[in-house]
């Protein structure tokens, strides 16, 4: 079936420093691919999305890019803030199904001042 | 701004118990979830609902897990028996449209369930 794996964190980072979580997906057909992020005390919340390959989702300087040929939908961020400190999720939509998302496991982030 | 509300944020249950986990969704929206993280693994799709009806269900939500929209405003999961491996956080969510389509679901800040 459908699923997504991303990479194990937690992720510790400075402020400042460049970053980048993996995720890569499996899927029947053209998902739609997401980032939600869930800061402490929060539920999740929608980042960036992508809905066709080759586009590229971005918010909050965040980025990522639908990558058909590897199957990826890694997340980047040129610099980040203490504030970026929380759980991030990859998830897909499923071609089989208009109502589901799936989603990972989440990467934990933690920028240092 | 419109949030997801869940109740309680912990329960803590006897093996055998009956649970019920109550979300209050986004007034406007149609549709509406249960998700579940066991700890440190992924966040795992119970359900949907949508038209006062269960839309889509894993394998997961066997016949001791319902929903109910009992009076247009909450939302609830029952878990009839509860077993240890039902310790979880139940994460509720609501859309406008079905999330497969749109991706974008609003959660609640979740109901950790512990099973003894």
């Known amino acids: 079936g459908d699923s997504v794996t991303q990479m194990e964190g937690p992720v510790t980072l400075s402020e400042e420093a460049c970053l980048t979580i993996?995720?890569?997906?499996?899927?029947?057909?053209?998902?739609?691919l997401f980032w939600y992020v869930q800061y402490p005390g929060e539920g999740l919340q929608l980042l960036l999305k992508a809905t066709k390959a080759d586009d590229k989702g971005s918010n909050k300087g965040f980025e990522a890019t639908y990558r058909k040929e590897t199957t990826s939908f890694h997340l980047e961020k040129g610099s980040v803030q203490v504030s970026d400190s929380a759980v991030y999720f990859c998830?897909?939509?499923?071609?089989?199904?208009?109502?589901?998302?799936?989603f990972g496991s989440g990467t934990r982030l933690s920028i240092r001042p | 701004e419109p949030e997801v509300t869940q109740t309680p944020s912990h329960q803590v249950t006897q093996m055998g118990q009956e649970v019920i986990l109550r979300c209050v969704p986004i007034?406007?929206?149609?549709?509406f979830y249960w998700y579940r993280q066991i700890l440190g693994q992924k966040v795992e799709f119970l359900v949907s609902f949508y038209n006062n009806e269960i839309s889509e269900k894993s394998e997961i939500f066997d016949d001791q897990f319902s929903v109910e929209r009992p009076d247009g405003s909450n939302f609830t999961l029952k878990i009839r028996s509860t077993k240890l491996e039902d310790s979880a956080m139940y994460f509720c969510a609501s859309s406008v449209g079905a999330g497969g389509s749109t991706g974008e679901l609003f959660f609640g800040e979740g109901s950790r369930l512990t099973v003894l």
């Open positions: 998830a897909l939509s499923s071609y089989s199904s208009a109502s589901k998302i799936i």
């Open positions: 007034s406007n929206h149609l549709y």
């Open positions: 993996n995720c890569t997906y499996t899927a029947t057909g053209y998902p739609s």
